[in-house]
């Protein structure tokens, strides 16, 4: 499906390219360093975003825990098949090597019904043969929402230890299913924790709670996993928390520098004023793995699509600018019904990686020394000069180099996918 660029196209870029690359030069900046750096960066790709976070349970309710999703935009994916076939198409459109992230309730069973606490390795052979075809990097999420245990609220902070052991036991059987990914890609799999646990209205006992999460995540994380890497989310408030969440953002930060697990950090998670791009330099002072959650809050942790955003471009500035990539774990965390999903990824990812590519190119020594020699007014006029650069012709040349379609030419191809599988997305799965 995807086309062959036209030899006046690849003239163009690469005449548009030799230009650029001549005009960051002069700013003491060496494009195809830049292109080597980016080419060895990963993005996790979310499979929640192809079905609206529905899974394969056929519950389709996600049970009070925060989440919502909006929008009834037709072709959904109903199924393991449709949905990798939907991952394909978008993988086909984004440039690089990437990776792709399941939640637990995708597993695929043969229509048996299996209780998240005992899913295994073998629910999930489907999704780590295709991946190990293609070359696909794995991580994966417990799915503590979504389910009849999960209805009061609580899970792993539950009173009832009954209600949580049956979740210390999913936990314990999701990274099971991760140290099988990691072996079977060759890669390690981010295992990501995250509990809706919380009070809609003010709590009179906000300790027991978390002493309780504490209590259970030690217990998940006990036994030792190769090839696994355990990290925990933090969220400010959801919908029926908005007063109280145990797994609060000083919690996990606390919990994940004892006890050597990554901390996730959510671009939706935090208060509006509140940025991702400024925690790095703090975080991983005494944390040794960060895994981020690239999304797009408006007003509220809505999880829209990822542009390329003064946000995104901070965030990604300090990874390169800290020289952080080597510590990070880069996945995609949104889920909009209102939109082509296979668009939703492409845009979302490719905006990522423009502000990767953008940080990159940045001349980030000069703007060091000029700091350092206290020239802050030289420091200012050197980051606004470089926005004018032409880094969009750096970018078309990195997707002409990976057989991917520029920026005026992706989308005619998700249309053409769209029509391909919209009359076989009408009837039942």
């Given amino acids: ?19 650029a690359r001549d005009a960051y030069a002069s700013h003491g900046v060496d494009t195809e360093a830049a292109l080597r750096r980016l080419e060895a960066v990963p993005l996790s790709l979310h499979c929640w975003q192809g079905d609206d976070v529905a899974g394969f349970e056929q519950d389709g309710d996600l049970g009070g825990s925060g989440l919502q999703v909006t929008g009834g935009y037709p072709g959904r994916a109903r199924n393991g098949d449709e949905l990798r ?3 394909e198409a978008a993988l086909r459109l984004i440039p690089g090597r990437h990776r792709i992230n399941l939640h637990a309730f995708y597993a695929e069973t043969g229509g048996r019904r299996v209780a998240r606490n005992e899913l295994a390795p073998e629910h999930f052979a ?31 902070s539950h009173r009832d230890s ?18 099988q990914m990691a072996a079977r890609a060759g890669s390690p799999c981010v295992v990501n924790v995250w509990v809706p646990d919380g009070f809609k209205d003010t709590p009179a006992d906000r300790k027991g709670p978390r002493e309780r999460l504490r209590d259970a995540l030690d217990e998940i994380f006990s036994e030792r996993m190769d090839g696994v890497v355990d990290a925990v989310e933090s969220k400010l408030f959801g919908i029926g928390t908005e007063a109280y969440v145990a797994g609060s953002h000083e919690f996990y930060l606390g919990y994940a520098a004892t006890r050597r697990v990554a ?43 990822p542009v390329f955003s003064d946000e995104v471009r901070a ?43 953008w940080a990159m190119l940045q001349p980030v020594e000069t703007l060091r020394r000029l700091e350092a020699e206290g020239d802050y007014t030289g420091r200012l006029a050197c980051m606004e000069n470089v926005k004018t650069l032409p880094m969009g012709a750096v970018w078309n040349a990195y997707c002409l180099r990976k057989n991917t379609p520029g920026d005026m030419d992706w989308l005619e191809e998700v249309r053409a996918y769209e029509r391909a599988i919209g009359s076989r997305r009408l009837g039942p799965s």
């Fill in 1 to 19: 499906m995807k086309k062959t660029p036209s030899a006046s196209v690849v003239r163009r870029v690469e005449a548009e390219y030799e230009a």
């Fill in 85 to 87: 076939a939907d991952y």
């Fill in 126 to 156: 489907r999704w780590m043969d295709w991946a190990a075809d293609r070359g696909l990097g794995m991580d994966f999420n417990g799915t503590f929402f979504s389910h009849p245990l999960a209805a009061s609220g609580f899970t792993l």
């Fill in 162 to 179: 009954d209600i949580r052991k049956f979740w210390i036991e999913h936990g314990q059987a999701c990274r099971r299913i991760g140290r």
């Fill in 263 to 305: 901390l996730c950090l959510d671009m939706g998670h935090f208060h509006p004023t509140e940025t991702v791009a400024d925690k790095l330099s703090a975080v991983l002072l005494f944390v040794d793995r960060v895994l981020l959650h690239i999304s797009r809050g408006l007003r509220w942790d809505s999880d829209h699509v």
């Fill in 315 to 357: 965030l990604a500035e300090e990874m390169v600018r800290g020289d952080w990539l080597h510590r990070m774990h880069i996945g995609l965390d949104y889920f909009d019904a209102s939109i082509n999903r296979v668009a939703a990824w492409v845009i979302g990812a490719r905006s990522v990686l423009k502000g990767l590519l």
